[in-house]
């Protein structure tokens, strides 16, 4: 009659220290599923799979793989996704400051596709302001070229630093002091003042502002104009 809880305690013994074993196996295989295709491929391979099948935790193991194969595949979704969706903000704005002190985005026209004379189109967009209101140069880069023409006025070619983009703003009532050709010049520096410089009315003063893609040889005269609109305002 005293034997029987002999036995009890150690049958919970054992049964206990079986699941410590069974607890201690699980552990050590938790660390190896990081890698599922190995995993997998261990059943395919005829030598090992007799060493594995015969273990009782091949079972347990299989299932705790696959909640440990599942937990890491959490964090990894949410890592993946951060930096997926960090660009998009940027790559939604052109990143292009609005060039004339004081205007809103909502004050700008779309006036890209509108017709101008001798059958050209207008390829640019025009922002009123108040003559003498400065104008800001809407990114990094440097002055490529200061230019007066019958059209333009005094006008500003500027590359961005890698030589993607040209802007050009024109009408301009004076340059900035100091400004020349090859200066260095940053996002939002005062570069110039609305005005009305050639063929601008004097009634409506306004910074012509255009935005060329550069072709390979990179010339201010030369590039394909895109609509600065949707840069300026982003939609
Ligand atoms: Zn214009």
Redesign the pocket.
Known sequence: MRVMPLIAVGLVVGIGTGWWLFGQRGAAVDIAPVDPASVIAVPGEPAPSPSVTPEAVSGPSRSSLQVTAAAPALPVAPVVATPATAPAPASASSGLLLPVQGISPSQLQD?FTDA?SEGRV?D???IMAAEGTPVLAVADGHVEKLFDSDKGGLTMYQFDPDGVHCYYY??LQRYADGLAEKKQIKRGEVIGYVGSTGN?SPQAP?L?FEVHVLGPEKQWWKGDSINPYPLLTGH
């Open positions: 006036t101008r207008h640019a967009i025009d024109a009408h601008a306004h012509h």
